[in-house]
Structure formats: C-alpha cells, structure tokens
C-alpha cells in the first residue's frame, strides 16, 4: 500500500487584503484582483511567504512520492483552504482546485532545482487568447468549435525549465577556393581560374544559448518561440510563479550541453566560412573547431500553451511570455472540406452547362 506525505505549499496573499495575489505581466508588479492594490517585488519579499528570501533559499527537502499507475505523485498541502493538492513529481507551481489560489511548491526548486534566473511574463494572457482566436481567421475549414470557450480557459501560463551555456569555441577553419573570372577580346572568350588556399584561426565566445531542460515539452515547439530576449533575466524569487504553472528540469545539464556546443560550433563555422566572400567556390577542407562549456545557468522561461483535442489528435498552441512570437497548429474539419469541394464541383459544372447553353443558342441564332 503506497504512502503520503504531507507537505505545506506557499502562496501569495494581498498585503492589504489577504486575497490571492498574482504576478500582473503588463504592470511588471504584483496587482490584487479584489482590491486593486499593487506591489514591487521588495513590498511582496517583505509581506508574503512566496516571496520571502529564506523561503526561496531554502535547501532541498525530500518528499516521499506516492505510487499510482505507474506514475510518482506527491501530495500538499494548500497554504489558503486546508485542501490536499496532488501533483505529479515535475510540477513545482499549480493551482488548489477548492480555492483557486497558487500553489507554489518549494520543495521542488529548491536545493540544486533553484533556478538561478527567471524571465517575467511580460505578455498578457489576453493577447494569448487573441492570437490563438487569430489561428482560425481566413481558414474556412477550421472546426467551428476550436475557439470555443473550453478551449480558451484551457491556454496557461507556464514556467518552462532551460538550460542556458556561455561556450567557447577555439580552433582553425582551412578551405580551397577558386576565382573564376571571363573576359572577351575579338571573337575569343576567355576564362581564368585562380585557385587559393585560405586559412582561418580564432576564437569566439557565445553567451546564453538555450537547451530544453524538460523532455515532457517538444523541442521543435520551444525552437519556434525564440528568441527570447536574455538581458532581462532576473534573479529567481518563488512570487515570480504566483498566477501561473512552473515545471522543473528532468533533464541533467550535461545530457543537453552537447545542443548548445552544436550550435556554437556550427556558427563559428559559418562565421569563418563566410568571412571570405571574394570567391567563386569555397569547400572547406580542415576543420578543428573545439567548443567548451564555461558556465551553465538554470532558468524559468515564460510560456502561454494550450493543447486542443480534435478527433483524438492534439493540436498544440504555443506562444513566447516574453516577446509574443507565437506557433500553432490547427485542425482542419474534413466534413467543411468536403462539403465545399462538392459546392465547388457542383458550382463548376453549372457554369460549363450556361456556358455550353449560351453558346448554343448564340450558334443557333447565327
């Protein structure tokens, strides 16, 4: 028989009047539903328990998973109502079913899960629910109830889990190229080719390359969304999470570092190659470009999604909490599909029959 325990999770209260309180991503604050008022991050440090510094420095604390379904779930305890929240072992923000209010779960970013950054939501959920009502327009075919109202409340906020790397690549590039040139004289058409050995030393530096530090979450989804704007990274502080869900990483740092070495290493080859444009053909022959790490960070990268069902298929909606970009994937309604290839053909047909019958009763009178 599978055991619990209990665990307690933090929450942002209104200062003023003990409400939930979530992160406003259009004010950069944190704003009361209910009473309107509005705080910095060093008013709600001070006055909630998300926010204090010893709750976001606190070291990591073991809890015990429950078995069900071949799936770890762990249970808490709501910080507002009393109710018991369970989640499963990835989930570090949630919200209390009973009560609505945040549950933020320290245990799960804490010790070596801290992020050590997190960019805010700086888009806001209603600028979300108008791109994905955008998804449909000008498409006939999209079913009529993909932007219903289920589907709308379904589009969350979320903290997804990177690993960012600063890498360093060192190393030389050595191509053979040619430089065709022709010229006339007379009636002779002449073709010279100069052919050149290029060499190419050096080192460059690239900061913040981004990894997918969860394996629940399609690479090719959060490839899309970039770039994301990393000078406005800030330090990590649990408030940041109030309002919206966050998972932690699955993925060790050194399982993904070979993604970030791949990409520096491949653009420092492009730069190389492309710093010589004076020739006709390039092919390059020697390349001993090494990459290596020289610092990791764990950070929270902020993300809208939601996954529409359509005919036991999922059709994903994902869009950047930071910059707006956005990506999505609609379905297509084969009975609208159908029925519009039948009124076509149909409209086709009755056009060729009044033409076929004006011409025949023009040729008749003539």
């Known amino acids: 028989m599978s055991t619990k325990k209990k665990e307690k999770a933090l929450d942002n209260k209104c200062p003023s009047c003990k409400a939930p309180i979530f992160f406003n991503p259009s004010l950069g604050k944190w704003k009361c539903e209910y009473c309107d008022s509005e705080f910095t991050l060093e008013e709600i440090q001070a006055k909630t328990n998300a926010g204090k510094l010893e709750n976001n420095e606190a070291p990591e604390k073991e809890v015990q998973p429950v078995e069900e379904d071949n799936t770890n779930y762990v249970?808490?305890?709501?910080?507002?109502?009393?109710?018991?929240?369970?989640?499963?072992?990835?989930?570090?923000?949630?919200?209390?079913?009973?009560?609505?209010?945040?549950?933020?779960?320290?245990?799960?970013?804490?010790?070596?899960?801290?992020?050590?950054?997190?960019?805010?939501?700086?888009?806001?959920?209603?600028?979300?629910?108008?791109?994905?009502?955008?998804?449909?327009?000008?498409?006939?075919?999209?079913?009529?109830?993909?932007?219903?109202?289920?589907?709308?409340?379904?589009?969350?906020?979320?903290?997804?889990?990177?690993?960012?790397?600063?890498?360093?690549?060192?190393?030389?590039?050595?191509?053979?190229?040619?430089?065709?040139?022709?010229?006339?004289?007379?009636?002779?058409?002449?073709?010279?080719?100069?052919?050149?050995?290029?060499?190419?030393?050096?080192?460059?530096?690239?900061?913040?390359?981004?990894?997918?530090?969860?394996?629940?979450?399609?690479?090719?989804?959060?490839?899309?969304?970039?770039?994301?704007?990393?000078?406005?990274?800030?330090?990590?502080?649990?408030?940041?999470?109030?309002?919206?869900?966050?998972?932690?990483?699955?993925?060790?740092?050194?399982?993904?570092?070979?993604?970030?070495?791949?990409?520096?290493?491949?653009?420092?080859?492009?730069?190389?190659?492309?710093?010589?444009?004076?020739?006709?053909?390039?092919?390059i022959t020697n390349n001993t470009l090494v990459p290596a790490i020289s610092e990791k960070k764990y950070v929270l990268l902020p993300v809208w999604m939601v996954n529409v069902k359509y005919k036991d298929k999922y059709y994903i909606f994902a869009m950047n909490g930071q910059t707006g970009e956005f990506i999505g994937n609609i379905p297509l309604d084969t009975n609208k599909v159908i029925l519009w290839t039948i009124l076509i053909f149909v409209g086709v047909f009755a056009l060729v029959i009044l033409i076929s019958f004006i011409f025949h009763i023009v040729g008749g009178i003539a």
């Not at 709501?78 to 609505?100: M, P, Q, S």
């Not at 805010?120 to 600028?127: D, L, M, R, S």
């Open 75 to 283: 249970s808490y305890r709501c910080e507002n109502c009393g109710a018991e929240i369970i989640t499963d072992e990835e989930t570090a923000a949630t919200f209390c079913l009973y009560c609505g209010n945040t549950a933020i779960l320290k245990n799960k970013l804490s010790g070596k899960f801290a992020p050590n950054y997190v960019i805010p939501f700086k888009v806001p959920k209603e600028k979300a629910i108008e791109a994905f009502k955008g998804l449909s327009k000008g498409r006939p075919f999209v079913p009529k109830d993909f932007n219903n109202e289920n589907n709308i409340e379904k589009i969350k906020g979320l903290y997804v889990p990177f690993w960012l790397f600063d890498v360093d690549v060192e190393g030389s590039l050595d191509c053979d190229a040619t430089s065709i040139s022709t010229w006339t004289s007379g009636d002779y058409q002449y073709t010279k080719k100069d052919i050149y050995k290029i060499f190419r030393t050096g080192n460059m530096k690239f900061n913040n390359i981004p990894a997918d530090g969860s394996t629940r979450f399609d690479d090719k989804i959060m490839n899309s969304i970039e770039p994301f704007n990393f000078k406005e990274l800030v330090p990590y502080n649990h408030a940041y999470l109030a309002g919206f869900y966050a998972e932690k990483y699955d993925t060790e740092a050194d399982q993904v570092s070979n993604i970030a070495m791949d990409r520096a290493k491949e653009t420092a080859k492009d730069t190389m190659y492309n710093d010589s444009l004076a020739y006709s053909t390039k092919i």
